[in-house]
Nanobody, 129 residues
């Protein structure tokens, strides 16, 4: 199986920005979807954003639309999540993930974290004044 290595978490004040990265290696071509879930204290893991390498489409949860941007660097096999105007409710551990589901990004849209088998190690994002 492949591996996902993510980085970029940290502490930021409300209104600030952070960028997460997730580098993938060892996955076959049909792992079209790559993105992030997050899990806040006392809450279930939820889908945040997803990039489909099949057609370049993207998905954003309603709570982050207009603030987060996901992108892909094909040369580095890496996806990035640019997070702007961060708010305290964005505080969570952010987990990068990839899967072979169809259509791509379905599991992120429905927060079906329990069916995803490949995860990054997690990155803590804390938004606090």
């Amino acid at each position: 199986q492949g591996q996902l290595v993510e980085s970029g978490g940290g502490l930021v004040q409300p209104g600030g920005s952070l960028t997460l990265s997730c580098a993938a290696s060892g996955f076959s071509k049909d792992y079209y979807a790559m993105g992030w879930f997050r899990q806040a204290p006392g809450k279930e893991r939820e889908g945040v954003s997803c990039f489909s390498s099949n057609d370049g489409s993207t998905y954003y949860a309603d709570s982050v639309k207009g603030r987060f941007t996901i992108s892909r660097d094909n040369t580095k096999n890496t996806v990035y999540l640019q997070m702007n105007n961060l708010q305290p409710e964005d505080t969570a551990v952010y987990y990068c993930a990839t899967d072979r589901g169809w259509p791509p990004c379905t599991y992120y849209k429905r927060s079906y974290y329990y069916v995803i088998e490949h995860w990054g190690q997690g990155a803590q994002v804390t938004v606090s004044s």
